[in-house]
């Protein structure tokens, strides 16, 4: 069974660091995208028009072949990082196509 160790990251510290990051990184990309205009947003345009599918595909088929695959090496840090990527990649793309043929799941 697939067993994945994860630590625990509840520290102040942590989520203060990474509150303020994520802060100065929303302020970063509204500058350039919203203000300045120097970037359109994609890929971002693409997951964000059908997000609840992409969410809900990757919760139910997450855990299949294309999106992920048995480990070789369970304690790769690599091996995950490129899972991880591919899944990502996959479900990009198929927002992708999804954003092309103008279909948009609203609820």
Not at 17 to 32: N, P, Q, R
Request: one cysteine or more; a positive charge.
């Amino acid at each position: 069974m697939f067993k994945m160790h994860l630590p625990v990251l509840r520290s102040l510290s942590y989520v203060a660091c990474m509150g303020c990051t994520s802060f100065v990184l929303l302020g970063v990309m509204y500058f350039a995208v919203d203000i300045k205009e120097w970037w359109g947003g994609q890929p971002f345009i693409y997951l964000g028009m059908n997000s609840i599918l992409v969410y809900v595909g990757h919760s139910l088929l997450g855990f299949y072949f294309p999106f992920s695959w048995e480990m070789r090496y369970q304690d790769s840090h690599w091996e995950k990082l490129i899972q991880s990527l591919w899944g990502t990649v996959l479900w990009l793309f198929i927002a992708y196509l999804l954003y092309r043929k103008r279909f948009f799941l609203k609820i």
